[in-house]
């Protein structure tokens, strides 16, 4: 009896390790998602600044 029940457990422990493995796996991957996102934001902005300030220079057109 005994050991009918630790082997429920173990396989109960095996299943929610997977289950955790699984989710962690996920929260890494949407985190590495969103920290790779928010980088090309500030290449993006810091792009978006020297087009103004080509604009500005060149053609004395100023964008707020």
Not at 31 to 53: G, P, S
């Given at each position: 009896?005994?050991?009918?029940?630790?082997?429920?457990?173990?396989?109960?422990?095996?299943?929610?390790m997977q289950k955790l493995n699984g989710l962690?796996?996920?929260?890494?991957?949407?985190?590495?998602?969103?920290?790779?996102?928010?980088?090309?934001?500030?290449?993006?902005?810091?792009?978006?600044?020297?087009?103004?300030?080509?604009?500005?220079?060149?053609?004395?057109?100023?964008?707020?």
């Amino acid at each position: 009896m005994l050991r009918q029940w630790n082997k429920r457990l173990a396989k109960l422990e095996e299943r929610f390790m997977q289950k955790l493995n699984g989710l962690t796996n996920t929260l890494e991957k949407f985190l590495q998602r969103m920290t790779d996102m928010e980088e090309e934001f500030v290449f993006m902005k810091h792009d978006v600044n020297r087009i103004k300030a080509v604009l500005r220079e060149k053609l004395g057109v100023t964008i707020d």
